[in-house]
């Protein structure tokens, strides 16, 4: 036992003398490329003396970045997430200068601009030595994480082994649909998915049909907290009131999140003793980072923006994660100048700010979301759900069979490598659940294929003024308003759609589902109001080739699919297969159903065609693959969970719904852990709902 002890110290100690000796020499090298960097005096010293003061350097400043480096970014924590990540190499180079300060007769020296690139080329250094050596001992690898796991045991007082009931960690891959995943595990890009279904006793995985939403605010809401009712699209007005809800605006998130809980009187899917980490919503989690609802608490962001100092405090994944967002930003660059030249079609415009928020979906906040969920199973924390949104944004531009979206695919099976690597060394065993929100089918958006928008299309039926140019229609996209709000910028403020004038139509669009509503008109509109008011429009949308079908309220036969050529069939008498909804397959006639009862379903609900054969649809937003509405792909996510839990579904049926899915997590985690503790009863809830409509677990 004591020997064992004395090898594992004795390794550790070789490998900060390597790390160590590796910095010394890159210290030497960057002094000898780089001429305002020096490290001996201006009279000059001997080639031991020289050597000396490397070592001096790169020890001091290792010693900075262990002691310092955490207290410095803890300080900071109240400055936006995304400015923090940009002031990695200021900081760095900071801690540099002052290590230069402290080697003996002032021989180190640097100006401010070389010190931030010698600060970041040593700390890549030392970490890619570090992992090197960690990685050729794999003993050494797993010591360290038990270690760290006994630390944690310790400090809660838990018992050490793994003993008692397993946690669960629910992974959301953002976007990928089951034909996705599917294809990526069978060609290689995605090893590790690959394994576990390879392995008899490890995973199944089986479809799920989302609703007529197709998209993460109401699959998410959903599945977390076991309730989408009047969620009708990403997007979405509301005529009480005059404003439009959208999924990803913190404030609308909060509401949203707040109507859920009221209907269902319950905390959510992690109410008790759970971890949100990545999400739109809190899943009545205690534990939260980078949760948009949360965003919009007064005086409790830093406890949303948590994660970020988990992960930024070490330094070394600081410089790294900063060096991949610059790769990144590149690689984005590169890759859509080069299907600019190749004529690729369809294609949108990707320049302006896109590189850096694909950079910060695809890195930023990969890396900090794994690294809390890391973090969340080594605290042995019951329930984990996590979304990691790269795929989602990559493909919503370059389209989800692409090799860039393949690309991101691949780095996402790293990140779940880790996690199950990880998972062998936590204080209790974890099942690990993969699922998605909502796939995404491709397609030329409907601009770009019939030369004007939805929003134009509409106006013109409605015999209102056109512009001669087809304006870009906002897409909807967590990753751009999740950078925001990482800015501390207000997001959704002075959109052109919350300042409608009351005699012009609010055309909002959710991928290729659209939403067109009436101010002026009190209440759902019916068709004989509209036929009256704007005799045009109906005609002109529901025959229009982009169009699939539309929805609206009749005043003689209840509310009304609509076709091309005159089509007209009553919701009572539609069927899946028939009519306007021949290629849109099962299920969809249901979810249309369920939508028309929302309370805020929109006067006229627009689906874009979908071609069978190719798979495809016209996005009215500018996106090549899109989601939210019916048709393809996008509404066959997938579920892959652990052989040894109970089915999702009885053998023979469809899992429909992510309330539907919502029960079946819900199960899972009782055959895990036991029955949850019961929340306060609907008459009987008082003190147990906070602010935020958060209803704490009692008992």
């Known amino acids: 036992m004591g020997d064992g002890r004395w090898r594992t110290a004795g390794s550790a100690l070789m490998r900060v003398i390597a790390v160590w000796a590796v910095s010394t020499l890159t210290m030497l090298a960057l002094a000898g490329i780089l001429p305002d960097f020096q490290l001996q005096s201006d009279d000059g010293d001997s080639i031991t003396k020289i050597a000396f003061t490397a070592a001096w350097g790169a020890g001091a400043f290792g010693l900075l970045s262990a002691l310092v480096w955490p207290v410095l970014v803890r300080a900071l924590l109240i400055v936006p997430a995304l400015v923090l990540g940009m002031l990695v190499f200021f900081l760095n180079g900071s801690l540099l200068l002052l290590a230069l300060r402290l080697i003996p007769d002032g021989r180190g020296a640097a100006n401010p601009e070389t010190a931030v690139v010698v600060a970041a080329v040593m700390s890549a250094v030392a970490s890619a030595t570090s992992t090197a050596l960690a990685v050729r001992d794999d003993n050494a690898y797993r010591r360290r994480l038990s270690r760290l796991a006994d630390r944690r045991r310790r400090r809660s007082g838990a018992d050490s082994g793994r003993s008692g009931p397993p946690g669960t960690v629910f992974i959301q891959l953002d976007g990928v649909g089951h034909e996705v995943l599917a294809r990526a595990a069978g060609s290689g890009l995605m090893p590790t998915v690959a394994d576990w279904l390879a392995d008899e006793e490890g995973h199944r995985l089986t479809p799920w049909r989302t609703d007529w939403s197709s998209q993460t605010g109401a699959s998410q809401l959903g599945i977390l907290h076991g309730s989408n009712h009047d969620i009708p699209a990403f997007r979405w007005y509301e005529k009480e009131t005059g404003a439009v809800m959208v999924s990803s605006r913190p404030a609308s998130a909060l509401e949203i999140q707040r109507r859920a809980i009221a209907r269902t009187h319950d905390g959510g899917l992690l109410a008790v003793d759970g971890a949100s980490r990545g999400n739109l919503f809190s899943g009545g989690a205690d534990q939260l980072a980078l949760v948009l609802s949360m965003a919009a608490r007064l005086g409790k962001g830093r406890r949303s923006r948590a994660g970020y100092f988990a992960y930024f405090s070490d330094p070394a994944n600081a410089v790294r994660t900063a060096l991949s967002f610059a790769a990144e930003v590149c690689r984005e660059i590169g890759q859509s100048t080069r299907a600019r030249i190749r004529k690729d079609t369809p294609r949108i415009k990707r320049g302006g700010l896109y590189p850096f928020i694909r950079a910060f979906a695809t890195v930023v906040e990969r890396d900090v ?300 985690l009782r055959e895990c852990a036991g029955p949850q503790i019961p929340l306060a009863a609907p008459g009987a809830m008082g003190g147990a709902e906070e602010a935020d409509g958060t209803v704490r677990a009692v008992g």
């Open 369 to 668: 979301v794994v690294a809390a969920v890391i973090g969340d199973m080594f605290a042995g924390r019951t329930a984990v759900y996590a979304d990691l949104v790269a795929y989602d944004e990559v493909a919503h531009h370059s389209g989800p069979h692409s090799r860039d979206a393949d690309k991101v695919l691949v780095r996402l099976d790293r990140s779940l490598a880790l996690i199950a690597k990880v998972a062998e060394h936590t204080p209790r065993t974890y099942r690990i659940v993969l699922l998605s929100d909502h796939g995404q089918s491709p397609g030329e958006t409907f601009a770009g294929a019939y030369g004007l928008t939805l929003k134009d299309l509409v106006r013109a039926g409605c015999g209102l003024p056109v512009p001669r140019r087809a304006q870009r229609t906002r897409s909807a996209s967590e990753a751009r308003d999740a950078v925001r709000i990482a800015l501390h910028r207000p997001v959704g403020e002075g959109e052109a759609e919350d300042r409608a004038k009351p005699s012009d139509p609010v055309v909002l669009a959710s991928g290729n589902l659209g939403l067109i509503s009436f101010p002026d008109i009190g209440g759902r509109a019916s068709r004989e109001q509209l036929d009256r008011s704007r005799p045009a429009l109906l005609g002109t949308l529901a025959n229009h080739p982009g169009v699939g079908f539309l929805l609206v309220r009749s005043e003689r036969h209840g509310s009304v699919v609509l076709g091309r050529g005159g089509i007209e069939v009553p919701l009572s008498e539609l069927r899946d297969g028939e009519g306007p909804l021949a290629s849109f397959g099962p299920g969809a006639a249901a979810a249309v159903r369920r939508t028309d009862t929302f309370p805020h379903v929109a006067d006229i609900m627009v689906n874009s065609m979908y071609d069978e054969s190719s798979g495809q649809v016209h996005a009215f937003e500018e996106q090549i693959g899109s989601h939210g509405g019916l048709g393809g792909e996008q509404s066959r996510p997938f579920l892959l969970w652990p052989a040894d839990l109970s089915a999702p579904v009885a053998q023979g049926t469809e899992l429909r719904g992510a309330e539907q899915v919502h029960g079946v997590l819900r199960r899972w």
